[in-house]
């Protein structure tokens, strides 16, 4: 029997990403990149589930369709409309989005929400510690 395979790109098939959380259905996704180091590598497997109203609060860990693209990052601020992201592995352009375009969260735990408070105020000088990581953390 001849198996097939076909490429797609990211925007697709996070769109059926999008589209099975809308269904209430979890997704396990592999993590790829660096925008979430040093809370995720890639090669990491993470598990999003459908997006509830309580879990749009600071630090959680967030699917969203960002416009140009969809993005698996962290709350750091949380408007009446709108929400902005960041990605650990970043210090700079964070994405503002609207809270409909959230369509999938990240459970952390209590020990991983405390040091991603930290990480967020280390934002000014994370540089330098992701620089370390980068160079420490194996790739997969």
């Known amino acids: 029997m001849e198996q097939r395979s076909r490429v797609i790109g990211n925007r697709e098939l996070f769109s059926v990403v999008r589209d099975t959380l809308l269904e209430g259905k979890r997704v396990r996704v ?3 990149g660096e925008s979430m180091l040093p809370f995720f590598r890639s090669g ?3 598990v ?4 509830a109203a309580e879990d ?3 630090y959680n860990v967030v699917f969203a369709d960002a416009g140009r693209s969809f993005v698996v990052h962290r709350i750091i601020e949380v408007g009446d409309s709108h929400i902005t ?3 650990d592995g970043n210090y700079i352009t964070p994405e503002v989005v609207e809270r ?3 369509y999938g969260v990240v459970d952390c735990s209590r020990l991983h929400l405390a040091m991603a408070r930290l990480w967020v105020w280390l934002r000014p000088v994370r540089r330098w510690p992701l620089a370390i ?3 420490i953390i194996p790739k997969k």
């Open 48 to 51: 999003l589930r459908p997006i």
């Open 85 to 87: 992201l960041l990605g």
């Open 30 to 32: 592999t993590v790829e």
């Open 56 to 58: 749009i609060r600071l």
């Open 133 to 135: 990581f980068r160079r």
């Open 44 to 46: 990491s497997t993470i």
């Open 100 to 102: 409909k375009n959230i």
